[in-house]
């Protein structure tokens, strides 16, 4: 499948200045939430970053003080910390990415928890996080702080001391003017370096905690077991509600027009021979319930499996389903290789369940869907610029906080019986932002 970017549900054709500037301003707009997201996880990384310096420099300390015994009697303390410390950091990560999912709760006993395989992974993420993750936290605070005070700098350079540093970076003294624009400059490097660092230095933060924090090979297999059988259960449980529905779609829609073809074709064949105008305007009415019987049938079978998958893949699938929403809505597709068909089927039912929920709930203007490929993981991402306040089991997604919404349970339910994550962002106000992570399958 091939890389897919396009722009549906009320483009005109035919545009061709608008079309590009529309593109230009949704990529700028990406590039600038992508930033500011970035930030705000580099700020929230370098709180516990912070927290682990200090933690660090407390086990040393104990460390230390243990070699005359005063240290053995305070160790359960600092590794209370730590293991307070890790989940937190598993939930600040939880709530921008994938689930980090925790090991079993270490031993109680000192020597025991010291000899933990996930004590010593977790070791092993302080000594990073509070180093590199703290540094990476630091540049991710004052990088923008930097970037304001040099752009804005000819604005107030008149009012400052003579001789006063005129950069940032604390070189050089401004005089002239051109000297204010040149730090305007260096104000302008500095945005482009947000712009285009900021979310690989947040990934890269994160990137020790999702690896050390979460539940590593060695652990007891129980975990896993009991992962996979609510996998299970939540895989047959939709696997229910899907035939409850499509039973209720046949009996509600085809088996009722075909009962109605059925009483029409015998009152007719009654009448015909005395009545040959009325037999006629009841066949008629026969074939009309009849066409609307098979339409609804190939309605139900299109809810199966949408025949566009295999047609035309999931980028084709996706698009079809943007162009029929009601709002706005932008398709970025970057799937090299086709995804399992159960995939690519979940894939499509959850996008359209958030489309169908972006429009009559969240009262956005625009919706962005973007779908990636990668290391064996498809990671679907929907965006409205609605009202926000989704998020609870019983919300549907763009709902803006109403009640009652079967959209996120559905999805919820679909997304578990894969064993994939979801991830759902909601402020008051907006934006709404739903991002799902799947296994492509084999």
């Known amino acids: 499948m091939t890389a897919s970017t396009s722009e549906v549900g009320g483009a005109t054709a035919g545009d061709g200045v ?31 970053a912070v927290l682990a310096g200090l933690l660090l420099l407390c086990l040393a300390l104990t460390a230390l003080t243990s070699l005359v015994g005063v240290g053995l009697l305070i160790a359960p303390a600092p590794l209370r910390a730590l293991h307070a410390l890790a989940g937190r950091e598993r939930d600040r990560l939880a709530r921008r990415g994938p689930e980090v999912i925790a090991p079993p709760p270490p031993p109680t006993r000192l020597r025991l928890a010291l000899a933990d395989p996930a004590t010593h992974r977790e070791l092993r993420w302080l000594v990073r996080h509070s180093t590199l993750g703290l540094l990476l936290g630091l540049l991710g605070v004052t990088l923008p702080i930097t970037a304001v005070r040099d752009t804005t700098f000819p604005l107030y350079w008149t009012f400052m001391p003579e001789n006063t540093t005129a950069t940032s970076l604390g070189i050089g003294h401004a005089h002239t003017w051109p ?87 015998g009152a007719a064949r009654r009448m015909v021979a005395r009545d040959p105008a009325g037999a006629d305007e009841l066949l008629e009415r026969a074939q009309s319930a009849a066409e609307q019987a098979l339409a609804e049938l190939r309605t139900v079978a299109r809810g199966i499996l949408p025949p566009v998958l295999a047609d035309r893949g999931l980028a084709g699938a996706l698009s079809g389903l943007a162009a029929d929403c009601a709002v706005p809505c932008r398709i970025d597709v970057d799937v090299p290789e086709r995804c399992a068909a159960s995939v690519e089927a979940t894939a499509y039912f959850i996008v359209a369940e958030a489309l169908t929920n972006i429009a009559k709930h969240s009262g956005a203007r625009h919706a962005t869907i973007t779908a990636r490929g990668s290391g064996g993981r498809l990671v679907l991402r929907v965006e409205d610029d609605g009202q926000g306040g989704a998020g609870g089991p019983s919300q549907a997604f763009g709902s803006g906080g109403a009640e009652g919404g079967s959209g996120i349970t559905g999805i919820r339910r679909r997304i578990a019986a ?20 799947l296994p492509r399958g084999a």
């Open 18 to 48: 608008a079309a590009p500037r529309e593109s230009v301003r949704h990529i700028a707009l990406r590039t600038l939430g992508a930033a500011g997201r970035a930030i705000a996880q580099l700020a929230s990384g370098l709180n516990t």
């Open 179 to 265: 000297d204010a624009l040149a730090v305007a400059l260096l104000g302008i490097g500095w945005i482009a370096i947000i712009l285009g660092l900021t979310p690989g230095m947040a990934r890269l933060q994160s990137a020790p905690g999702r690896r050390l924090l979460a539940a590593g090979p060695d652990v007891d297999l129980s975990l896993r077991v009991a992962e996979l059988t609510a996998t299970r259960a939540a895989a047959l449980d939709a696997h229910a509600t899907e035939l409850r529905r499509i039973e209720r779609s046949l009996h509600d829609g085809a088996q009722n027009r075909l009962v109605s073809v059925a009483v029409l074709l």
């Open 418 to 437: 894969h064993d994939g994550g979801l991830t759902l962002t909601s402020p008051p106000g907006g934006p709404t932002v739903l991002t799902v992570d």
